[in-house]
């Protein structure tokens, strides 16, 4: 059984009536006619005179109905240089959030899309969000703290990036549409784009996971749409197209434009071209000589293209390109397309009729390029047919125009919901300044609203259909930042110390706005903090008030005759976990401090200490008895006073040594220390022997030595 479809191809220079017949998945073009604007009606593929078009669709209309009898409803298409194509990024802090989910990745790409909305609209002030269709986005990149990479799932970082190139469909492209339709009393049985028309009957479903181009050149633009990994990812438009080629003739030969368009078709069929200029002057010309005329228009026609194709593809060429439309018959324009994209001739072609499975054709009708959109169009309206969708989004009525399969996203697009509802704010963050160093304390992250389809728990990737209703039950907003000193306080600034078998525990000295203040003080927006930390042993001593332990661990000196002298033999040994340390050592959490006491030194030891004699002591042997022989070599004064050898001498102390006798003993010094004498009565001589040899009362003499000293009396006289 065969159904017949009429379908409407509404351009800028003219309107196309096509009628078919389907018969088993198989098509066959029964008649076309082909009528142009007397007016300028339409406007890039806007329609501004809604009565001038509608008049020329009822022309089309009834010279259809006489051959193929009365048509009620009809296929159209939205141009695709209507389309407006965006890009944008969303950048966002994930910082100390769990790792990204694909929901948490779904609303981020609708907050890029929302940017890339914001974009299209931020030049005009008197145009809404609402007034724009969303027909399709394409993820461009992600980047994970700047990185690009191939997905955000399961993700953690810094910051997450998400770049898109979203599309775009005025709204009042549509509804323009529907008011011509009904004036020429027709209903609208189904829509689509120009560029969806001409790829689904060029590249199938099973061809789209390829990169290609399709670019359909009409008169005044050049419509584009790129497919990969099984999708269109972008559409586009240049408003450079076949009227560019037909004004370089026009200005070359001085031809009228219709003249120039005749001669221009002519070049695709004829070797030899007869024109005729606004003088009335007749030129026969070489096909060669009138293509040397254009070549710069043609030129700067593929560039046109080629450079909206890059960068629609994020600059890379695609595998291949089709050209469709009438000005895709350029001569030369495919092998200019290859130079501008740098890619193999046998990678770009024009593309017929004869390109679409299952259509047959009546004999009448040429198999053109320029018929391959309009004939789309009305597969396309039967194959996947665009309609309404009404829903509902918090009680709000929505119309979707049903590009594809709908998502709670297009429908939070269409009903204003701004991406940033979507999790509750997050809480208001601190900026202190640490040590001079500017610090921001973040607020704690919002929750996510909680999305219902018709009442179920769903999510913004969730399918809706016609009818649904979606509530979005707002996220809970973070709570504000807080933070107390020590919070901000380094851990390892605290430190927990045992000396002398007593812990300590030592925390740094804060001062907030200049004031001293304990750890546990919030702090505020603003605030000035110095934190001095306990570095060394010596800070630490005094941190915990242990002046007696320091003052033991100074280095012991003394000021003698008015010189400063270090005696490190006499100070206290400070341990640090076992090891001879230091008062400026550096102290860390858990260190152990052991201190050794010296004890105080006597006057004897400090003169020891600096080979200083105080006395001098020998012991001889005279006249068979044991003498010892001692005398003050040096006087000592502690702060004026004499003392002992004996006396104890404190840190600091202030020592004079006085020269008293420091000459060498002599023999006769034994007379001072022995009860020897020679007996009164005694007549005769002596000798004076020093270890058994000859001596004299002043010779040196040395401890140990033998001292005698014989009498010899003299005879008595007779």
């Given amino acids: 059984m065969s159904s017949k479809l009429f379908a409407l ?27 142009e604007h007397k007016e300028r009606a339409m406007v890039d593929g806007q329609i501004h005179n809604v009565l001038y078009v509608a008049e020329l669709i009822k022309e089309i209309k009834l010279e259809l109905e006489e051959k193929h009898g009365p048509l009620t409803k009809v ?39 929302q940017k890339a909305q914001e974009k299209l609209l931020q030049y005009k002030d008197d145009v809404k969000l609402s007034h724009y269709y969303c027909v399709g986005f394409s993820v461009l990149y ?19 990036t998400i770049e898109v190139i979203a599309t ?19 209903e609208m049985e189904a829509l ?52 560019e080629i037909t004004e370089a003739l026009s200005d070359h030969f001085l031809l009228d434009f219709p003249i120039a368009e005749i001669a221009k078709r002519q070049l695709n069929t004829e070797e030899t071209i007869t024109i005729q200029d606004i003088l009335g002057f007749d030129q026969e010309l070489s096909k060669e000589e ?39 018959l350029t001569p030369n324009l495919t092998t200019e397309l290859c130079d501008v994209l740098q890619i193999p001739a046998n990678r770009v072609a024009v593309r017929g009729l004869d390109a679409i499975q299952k259509l047959t054709r009546e004999e009448s009708i040429p198999a053109t390029p320029e018929l391959v959109t309009p004939i789309g169009i009305a597969i396309a309206a039967k194959k996947a047919p665009i309609q309404y969708m009404t829903v509902t989004v918090n009680e709000q009525i929505v119309r979707l125009f049903e590009m594809k399969e709908m998502t709670v996203a297009d429908a939070f697009l269409a009903a204003n919901i701004r991406a940033k509802q979507l999790y509750g704010k997050p809480g208001q963050g601190i900026s202190i300044t640490v040590n001079n160093q500017d610090i921001f304390i973040p607020g704690e992250h919002g929750q996510a609203a909680t999305i219902l389809v018709n009442g179920e728990v769903g999510s913004t990737k969730t399918i809706i259909h016609h009818g649904d209703s979606i509530s979005l039950i707002e996220g809970i907003d973070g709570t504000d930042a807080k933070a107390t000193v020590r919070d901000i306080v380094d851990g390892a600034s605290v430190k927990t110390v045992t000396i002398c078998s007593t812990m300590y525990i030592v925390e740094p000295k804060v001062k907030v706005n200049g004031e001293t203040t304990p750890l546990d003080l919030e702090l505020k927006d603003r605030d000035h903090i110095q934190i001095e930390t306990v570095e060394t042993v010596d800070e630490l001593l005094k941190a915990i008030n242990r002046l007696d332990l320091l003052h033991k661990l100074q280095s012991f000196f003394v000021h003698i005759n008015g010189q400063p002298m270090f005696l490190p033999e006499f100070s206290a040994k ?16 858990g260190d152990t401090l052991t201190i050794e006491d010296a004890s105080l030194p006597t006057v004897q030891a400090i003169a020891n200490n600096l080979d200083l004699l105080l006395e001098e002591k020998v012991v001889v042997t005279f006249q068979n008895e044991r003498i010892e022989l001692n005398k003050v070599c040096r006087e000592v004064l502690i702060n004026g006073a004499v003392v002992q050898p004996t006396t104890t001498v404190l840190n600091g102390s202030t020592l004079q040594i006085v020269e008293k006798d420091t000459n060498r003993w002599i023999f006769q010094d034994v007379f001072r220390f022995s009860n020897w004498q ?28 033998q001292l005698q000293i014989i009498l010899s009396e003299y005879p008595e006289q007779i």
């Fill in 75 to 113: 296929s159209v298409a939205a141009a695709g240089r209507a389309l407006k194509t965006e890009q944008a990024s969303i950048t966002v802090n994930i910082r100390n959030r769990p790792i990204l989910t694909e929901e948490d990745i779904s609303r981020l790409e609708l907050q890029a899309v």
């Fill in 290 to 328: 009138v293509l040397q005329a254009v070549r710069p228009a043609i030129h700067t026609l593929a560039v046109a293209i080629g450079d909206e194709i890059l960068r629609l593809n994020n600059n890379i060429s695609p595998k291949a390109i089709m050209l469709v439309g009438g000005g895709s």
């Fill in 168 to 186: 775009f469909l005025p709204r009042v492209v549509v509804e323009s549409l529907i008011a011509a339709l009904k004036r020429a009393d027709l």
């Fill in 192 to 243: 689509t784009l120009e560029p969806i028309a001409a790829i689904n009957v060029l590249i199938p479903p099973t061809m789209r996971r390829l990169n290609v181009a399709l670019v359909d050149i009409g008169a005044g633009t050049s419509d584009i749409a790129i497919t990969d990994k099984g999708t269109i990812v972008a559409y586009g438009m240049v408003p450079t197209a076949g009227d």
């Fill in 9 to 35: 191809d509404i351009g800028t220079r003219s309107v196309v009536g096509i009628i078919l017949e389907e018969q088993n998945d198989h098509f066959h073009v029964v008649d076309i006619i082909v009528k």
């Fill in 574 to 589: 400070l341990f640090i976990n076992g090891k001879l340390g230091k008062l400026q050592y550096p102290i860390h959490n």
């Fill in 142 to 160: 992600y980047k994970l703290d700047g990185e690009e990479i191939g997905s955000l799932l399961d993700q953690q970082g810094e910051e997450a």
């Fill in 678 to 705: 020679i007996p009164t009565n005694f007549k005769g001589h002596f000798t004076i022997l020093k270890n058994g040899n000859p001596s004299s009362f002043d010779e040196e003499i040395f401890g140990g030595d």
